[in-house]
Every structure is written in C-alpha cells, then in structure tokens.
C-alpha cells in the first residue's frame, strides 16, 4: 500500500563513478535527513553556496539530461536516474553529497542506486507525505511532443509512447502503474542513443564519459552493446524511468495517469510548471482521503514498489 509517512535512509551510502557528460570521476555520499527537507544536493568541492534543493523551479537545463541550479549559479546535472531511484524506493528526505557537478552515470540507469538504497535500508519519519490527486485532465503540446494527466485509480500511471523512424526502437509502448506492477524492468532500463547522434552529440560538449557501458547504442536494427537488451521495451521503459526522477522534483507524490508521447526531460519539466500552475486540476491532500484500488503483489521488487 501507498505509505502515509514520509521516509529516509537509515544510515549513509557511499558510490563512484564517472559523469556522462563531464566525464569526470567524482564520489557521492548519500546521507539521511529530516522530514520536510527533500532531496538536497550538497556540492562538497564548493565552500559556499553550495546547497542545490531538489526542485522543479530550479531546473535550469533539461537538454538531454535535468541540471539543478541554485540562486548563486552553482549547478548538479544528470540528477534524475538517482532521483527515480528515490522515488521507487520511497525515500523522501536525503542529502547527497558530491564533490563534482554531475552525478555518476553507472550502467546508465537507475538499478545500482535502488541496490545501495535497499542495503542501506528506510526509516519512517513522523512527518506526513504531501499527495498531489488529480481530478481534472490537462495537457501540452510542444511540436510532435505530447503530455497529459487525467484522474487515475491506480496511483501513479505512466503510459509512454515513442515514435522514432529508427526500426528496432519504432513505436515502442508501455503502461506501467507504479504502485501496483512489478517495476525491476523500469528501474534497470538504461539511457540510449543513436549510432548516427553520438557525433553530434560530443560536438555539444555532451557525453564525454558515454560508452557501451553505461549507454544502449542503436545502429540501424541492432543495439552494439555485445549483450544486447534487458528487456524488450528497454528503450521506452528508460523514458519512464526518466519521467519518475523528473516528476520527483514536483515535491509531491502525485496520484494521476501520465500520457506521454515522445517526451523528455524539458516537456516533463515545462508540464510539471503548467500543473502546479492549474491548482483546480488537483488536490493536495493527506493520504486517509485518497482512494486507491489496491491488489495484492507480495514480491520483493512489488513491496519496493508500492512503498514510493
Ligand atoms: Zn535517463
């Protein structure tokens, strides 16, 4: 079931790697925190202005990646694999400390931080979640680009679609409800790319650490990476996971069926401001005056899921 109160970490954890876009080698510490502090991001190779609140309104880019900005300039980028991790665990308070702008990309998504996070373990805070339960469709267009939220039963529901001319990935589609389904597949989806993007790509300055081992690399009908897909809908189960970080950063669990076609992190960003915007769309409420139909799932992965 759908936890009333708000979680933390109960003890520390600690991880390396090398940034996707930086290429830079850094180390995080994860720590617990307090009920009502969220998700803040702590840049330790800074000695002032160094504290990044994870948080929609301090989104600054969310080309190809979500960079967090705060009032002085200072920045963390690819936050969001991490921050899906927290929101499929249930974690609502941490501190991450980092002592470098971009946060390690690992295999490329979110299945090592839901490991460090399920070793280090969750503890209940007294504090109460904030619950955001749409009662009122709304939607955006931006070109191809397409997103709505409607009411939903179900919790969170996310059904994505892409439409890409690349045949292998073509019009992958999946509708996932979060709180309900098994979501391993989601959570170890890794980011991908085209062969033919990654000169153009490096070009912009981006992915300087991407590799076969921390991306999925398409050409033509095949992925290049020598043990192939996870999973069957690998690549739409990455946007998903996309959207789940993105959507952590409303502050809010929020109750509502996404609809998304082609998407990504700007269209979640710019919808998320639109729905905070349009607060007759939803109500903020504590979880005794929400209904969710509940079944039974009993597995490990399903107990993780239900309790973000
Ligand atoms: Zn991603």
Redesign the pocket.
Known sequence: MLDIFQKTLLKDFNFEGIGLHNGEKSKVTVKPSKGNSGIVFKRTDLNKDNIIQADFTNVHTAKL?TTLINSSGTKISTV??LMAAFYFTGIDNAIVEINNSEIPIMDGSAKDFVKLIKEAGLKNLKEKRSFLKIIKPLDLVDGEKRISIEPSDFGMEVDFKLEYKNELIGNQRNNVKFYHEDIVDIYSSR?FCLFEDIEKIKANGLAKGGSLDNALVVKGNQVLNKDGMRNSKEFVN?KI??LAGDFLLSGHRILGKIKCVQGGHYLSNIFLKKLIKNDTCFVKSSFNNIKIIKKDYENSVQKLAVSA
């Open positions: 990646c969001e694999h980011t990455h996971l996309d």
